[in-house]
């Protein structure tokens, strides 16, 4: 039996599914990833743009980063591994956990069902936030934001309504703490799941990357697509190794 064929069996008996997806799904539709060989961080510092130091040493040049991402990611759109992932959620007890901050798989879920991601039946948590909204650094403001940011001076920076602080992407920054409840919902999820699909991750972010190690401590089947191996590939049930725009039809229809 091929890896697809023992997916699609995996896939059909289970009863509750949780997915775990990465920058890997929206590569193609346009959106870099951050470890592969045309990744972000092969011309970006991580630890330059990606943290709160970064961000309190030269909010300007993080701004400008972000701003830079925005518009780029803001002229995608999901491609079909998106939309075979929507239409199968919204179809099945599944939860779709996410680590991208791209907004595609939103997308995807509305453009399919006509109507919003909960009104579809479909439960998404961003684990990293969102690229299209901000909060602010000195009160608890937080609002979605879609407009372009002049980043070209400190002063001309997005500040708070309600404090005057500076606002920043409400994104998730390496050593600072998911949301706790996003992220209980999504262990929650895990345990509870007799299958997990990981797509497009390198699987070398924590805590994002514990979630299908607690399904399959679980007792959850594994299944993997990704065209390189991950640290996840060794505990997989089955291993799809291609692009998830090919793939994921080819699985979930
Ligand atoms: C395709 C494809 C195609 C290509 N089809 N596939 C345990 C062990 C070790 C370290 C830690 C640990 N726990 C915590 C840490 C520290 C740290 C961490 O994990 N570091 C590791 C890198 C070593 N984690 C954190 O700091 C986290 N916070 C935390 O733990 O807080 C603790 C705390 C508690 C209480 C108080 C305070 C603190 C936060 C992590 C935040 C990560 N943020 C980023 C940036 C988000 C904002 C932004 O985008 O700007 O999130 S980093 C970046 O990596 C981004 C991604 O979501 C994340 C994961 O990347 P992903 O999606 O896997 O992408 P790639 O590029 O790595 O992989 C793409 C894959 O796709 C590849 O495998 C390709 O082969 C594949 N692919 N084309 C399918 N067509
Ligand atoms: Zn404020």
Redesign the pocket.
Known sequence: MDALQRARELVGGARSVVVLS????S??SGVP????ED?LWKSFR?EQL?TPAAFAADPRLVWEWYAWRRERVAACRPNPGHEALARFCGARDATLVT???DGLHRLAATDHAGKSVAEAGHELLEL?GSLFAVRCTGCTFRRAHRDPVDATTRDALPRCPSCGGLLRPD????????DAGVLGRAFEAAAAADLCLV??????????ASVPLAAVRSGARLVE????P?PLSSLADAVLRG???TLLPALLS
């Open positions: 990465g920058a890997g799904i590569a193609e990833t951050f470890r592969g990744g991580p990606a680590q991208n901050v990293h994104v998730v920054w390496f050593g600072e703490a998911l797509v497009g991750t390198s699987a070398l972010v924590h805590p994002a697509v990704n065209p390189e991950t692009p998830a725009g």
